[in-house]
């Protein structure tokens, strides 16, 4: 445990003392020499300020932009090639130099992300969410809202292009509520269906009751469908009482199952 806290002080220490440096000498002067003519804080040509970086400090808030002029440098691009040129030597000075510092600077803040934007779910994200939480493969919940922006990076799921305002999030409101339209509430839970309509909910739940007793269904000889018996003995074995007067309203739940001939159930009403 002491190696470590002195492990973190060491290298807090360490990373303080890179970045209170102030630019090496010779590199300022190369700086001033072949950059800071265009790139100073009164023409700043291109949008780029060089002058304004006086220590590593000042590199390490803003080291993108040295990345570049690094990248610039060495592709020929800095200095343009009618001003006057670096050396070799001096190229190889202060290039060195640049990405020695940018080489220090990340050590110092090596495991350290940088900020972190909590992100949203993207629309698509957001919509497979709901369908693989509901069943339902038809719910498109994010239909109506704006389409989602692209980063730098050029993807959409990026934390900083995933804006939340407050006309999405009202939209976000709205879909929560059409999708709760969808849902049944069961004896036993909630089930979801792609109708929003109870009558609906009702036929689906007989249509999978039809189904499964056609599917189990006795015929005599006659091909005659031997209701009254099958469904007296189904409820005897179930320890409910069946009267004459429950039967016909029993049978009608099989008068539309797609399993059996329509012939069948019609000889077994006459």
């Known amino acids: 445990m002491k190696l470590f806290l002195l492990t973190?002080?060491?290298?807090?220490?360490?990373?303080?003392?890179?970045?209170?440096?102030p630019i090496d000498e010779p590199v300022q002067e190369l700086l001033s020499k072949f950059c800071l003519d265009c790139h100073d804080t009164e023409t700043q040509k291109g949008d780029l300020d060089l002058e304004r970086f006086g220590s590593v400090a000042d590199i390490a808030a803003d080291s993108g932009v040295w990345e570049q002029v690094l990248h610039q440098i060495e592709d020929g691009e800095i200095p343009p090639k009618k001003e006057p040129q670096f050396s070799d030597a001096e190229r190889d000075l202060f290039t060195g130099w640049v990405q020695k510092t940018l080489d220090e600077i990340a050590l110092a803040n090596a495991g350290d992300p940088g900020p972190v934007v909590l992100r949203r779910l993207s629309n698509r994200e957001y919509t497979?969410?709901?369908?693989?939480?509901?069943?339902?493969?038809s719910l498109?919940?994010?239909?109506?809202?704006p389409v989602d922006g692209a980063a730098g990076e050029g993807f959409t799921n990026v934390g900083s292009a995933l804006v939340m305002?407050?006309?999405?999030?009202?939209?976000?409101?709205d879909a929560a509520k059409d999708v709760a339209n969808h849902?049944?509430?069961?004896?036993?839970?909630?089930?979801?269906?792609?109708?929003?309509?109870?009558?609906?909910?009702?036929?689906?739940?007989?249509?999978?009751?039809?189904?499964?007793?056609?599917?189990?269904?006795?015929?005599?000889?006659?091909?005659?469908?031997?209701?009254?018996?099958?469904?007296?003995?189904?409820?005897?074995?179930?320890?409910?009482?069946?009267?004459?007067?429950?039967?016909?309203?029993?049978?009608?739940?099989?008068?539309?199952?797609?399993?059996?001939?329509?012939?069948?159930?019609?000889?077994?009403?006459?």
Request: one cysteine or more; proline letters at 7%; hydrophobic letters at 40%.
């Open 128 to 137: 497979y969410t709901i369908r693989d939480l509901t069943g339902v493969e």
């Open 183 to 270: 849902a049944m509430l069961l004896p036993d839970g909630i089930e979801f269906s792609p109708s929003t309509s109870p009558a609906d909910w009702t036929l689906a739940k007989l249509d999978a009751i039809r189904n499964l007793y056609a599917k189990h269904m006795p015929w005599d000889s006659r091909d005659k469908l031997r209701e009254d018996n099958f469904l007296s003995k189904l409820f005897r074995e179930s320890d409910l009482r069946v009267d004459s007067w429950h039967i016909p309203m029993i049978k009608g739940t099989f008068q539309t199952t797609e399993s059996c001939p329509p012939s069948r159930f019609s000889s077994a009403q006459d």
């Open 8 to 21: 973190l002080i060491f290298l807090s220490i360490s990373g303080s003392v890179v970045f209170s440096n």
């Open 165 to 173: 305002s407050p006309a999405l999030l009202t939209k976000y409101l």
């Open 140 to 145: 498109d919940p994010a239909r109506e809202f």
